[in-house]
């Protein structure tokens, strides 16, 4: 399976640093604009968002980049389909994102995300704090596996953005 022996997998971290947030900091070998580009291009989403396996696919990924703007993710996996949305609060490429994330089936649980990406020795230190309406619904998504999802997903980025780099 790709993603196995991914550069960086190991700088993969996801701890919880009050009771209704979430952080998720990983390293990448590439420039932040280009780790901002793959995570804010419907083509480039499309190939690492939610990828666990083969047996995965995103099949709408609509993105509307700019404060007020709309975004919208449907996956396809074995247990069937699973789509978030939200809206983009602040855009600052390609150092910050702060956006509204909604698993559709708990409309009622929104959470907001804020993504950081710094210059680290000629690499992107990518940091996620997600910060949840209650503990209760913290704790709902740390048990569904989230982290090793994140991590999965996030390796497969690694490797779009080698690809990328190479041209």
């Given at each position: 399976?790709?993603?196995?022996?991914?550069?960086?997998?190991?700088?993969?971290?996801?701890?919880?640093?009050?009771?209704?947030?979430?952080?998720?900091?990983?390293?990448?070998?590439?420039?932040?604009?280009?780790?901002?580009?793959?995570?804010?291009?419907?083509?480039?989403?499309?190939?690492?968002?939610?990828?666990?396996?083969?047996?995965?696919?995103?099949?709408?990924?609509?993105?509307?980049?700019?404060?007020?703007?709309?975004?919208?993710?449907v996956g396809r996996g074995p247990a069937g389909e699973f789509a978030f949305r939200g809206v983009y609060r602040e855009v600052?490429?390609?150092?910050?994102?702060?956006?509204?994330?909604?698993?559709?089936?708990?409309?009622?649980?929104?959470?907001?995300?804020?993504?950081?990406?710094?210059?680290?020795?000629?690499?992107?230190?990518?940091?996620?704090?997600?910060?949840?309406?209650?503990?209760?619904?913290?704790?709902?998504?740390?048990?569904?596996?989230?982290?090793?999802?994140?991590?999965?997903?996030?390796?497969?980025?690694?490797?779009?953005?080698?690809?990328?780099?190479?041209?």
């Amino acid at each position: 399976m790709p993603g196995i022996h991914t550069a960086n997998s190991d700088t993969f971290k996801a701890t919880t640093p009050s009771d209704r947030e979430i952080t998720l900091t990983r390293l990448f070998d590439a420039p932040r604009q280009l780790v901002f580009d793959a995570m804010t291009r419907p083509e480039h989403v499309r190939r690492w968002w939610g990828i666990l396996d083969e047996r995965y696919s995103v099949h709408v990924c609509d993105i509307d980049l700019r404060p007020g703007g709309a975004w919208r993710f449907v996956g396809r996996g074995p247990a069937g389909e699973f789509a978030f949305r939200g809206v983009y609060r602040e855009v600052d490429p390609p150092d910050r994102l702060v956006y509204t994330e909604i698993y559709e089936p708990f409309p009622d649980a929104e959470s907001v995300v804020t993504t950081l990406l710094t210059e680290e020795r000629g690499k992107t230190r990518l940091t996620i704090t997600s910060l949840y309406p209650t503990a209760e619904v913290r704790d709902m998504v740390l048990g569904t596996g989230m982290e090793r999802g994140a991590g999965i997903s996030y390796d497969r980025l690694e490797d779009l953005v080698q690809e990328l780099r190479r041209g």
